[in-house]
């Protein structure tokens, strides 16, 4: 049987979110509360926010960030918490609908907007859990991704002390990147699993993880050279305190808002390629 053509996929994928742009609505939703997030933390040093906000910076952050310039160097801290609470309360169940809209697109079903809400409130407890998981799986491997290269640092940097102190951000970003792209492709198909073939969460991490395995090669350029466009950004936000230092303070928040704004077409292609993907392989396996 003919292998699944990587490139077949991103045609389909770009031609049905070009002729229902309907799909990538959710991602525009999540991007809108993530920009109303980033700014109220933005205005929460001024009153009346500051009233609230500002015991709550003073405490983890020092008084000094409750000041400017320096209130700004800890919003991408706070604003970095905030959307993963987005993402597990709401982005979860934004994209099981964009994905419930696919699949219904390419059923000839109707989109009722109701339907797709209900449809998706009803494994709301699923999808929240699964946020949960792939947060905690995510922070782990930062966790343990910094703690092995920083002691790779900490060896290299007796040899070649100048070369590791300007490379570090930039490969510890990179590898960072990398080790990201990979677990997505165990864990990304989950999602779709869930919506697509109404499997159980635990299941469909089970089958997402054997898929991943089983079709690592096509899997993983479906993620990793989408997500390889938002790289640079991920750079940006990796160096904006040197380059607020250097600039201006403000360049973190618009930082963070080119990351709000790119991420809904990084994430819709991703996931309705992954959709695509399923669909397509389902289909032959019927034949």
Not at 202 to 224: D, H
Request: proline share 5%; with cysteine; glycine share 6%.
């Amino acid at each position: 049987m003919k292998k699944i053509s990587v490139r077949h996929i991103w045609i389909n994928t770009f031609g049905l979110i070009v002729k229902k742009p309907v799909i990538i609505l959710p991602f525009f939703i999540i991007a809108f509360l993530e920009a109303l997030t980033l700014e109220l933390v933005y205005f929460s040093g001024r009153n009346p926010l500051a009233i609230i906000v500002g015991p709550i910076v003073k405490k983890f952050f020092g008084e000094g960030f409750t000041h400017y310039p320096y209130c700004i160097y800890a919003i991408p801290r706070v604003f970095n918490f905030l959307q993963i609470v987005i993402y597990v309360l709401a982005g979860t169940l934004l994209t099981a609908i964009s994905i419930n809209i696919f699949k219904n697109v390419k059923a000839g079903l109707p989109l009722k907007q109701n339907a797709l809400l209900k449809n998706g409130i009803s494994r709301y407890g699923a999808f929240v859990a699964l946020g949960i998981i792939m947060v905690l799986i995510m922070l782990l491997l930062e966790k343990a991704g910094g703690f092995a290269f920083s002691k790779f640092t900490n060896l290299s940097i007796k040899y070649l002390p100048a070369v590791v102190m300007k490379i570090y951000p930039l490969v510890f970003a990179a590898l960072l990147f990398l080790a990201n792209a990979i677990t997505q492709t165990f864990f990304i198909a989950t999602l779709p699993l869930m919506v697509m073939d109404k499997k159980p969460l635990l299941k469909a991490l089970l089958q997402s993880v054997l898929l991943g395995l089983r079709n690592f090669k096509t899997v993983f350029i479906l993620v990793f050279l989408p997500f390889l466009l938002y790289f640079p950004i991920t750079l940006l936000k990796g160096l904006s305190v040197q380059l607020a230092g250097k600039m201006f303070p403000e360049i973190i928040l618009l930082i963070l808002l080119l990351g709000v704004l790119a991420t809904p077409f990084v994430e819709c292609f991703v996931f309705i390629s992954i959709a695509q993907f399923l669909l397509e392989k389902g289909e032959r396996k019927e034949k």
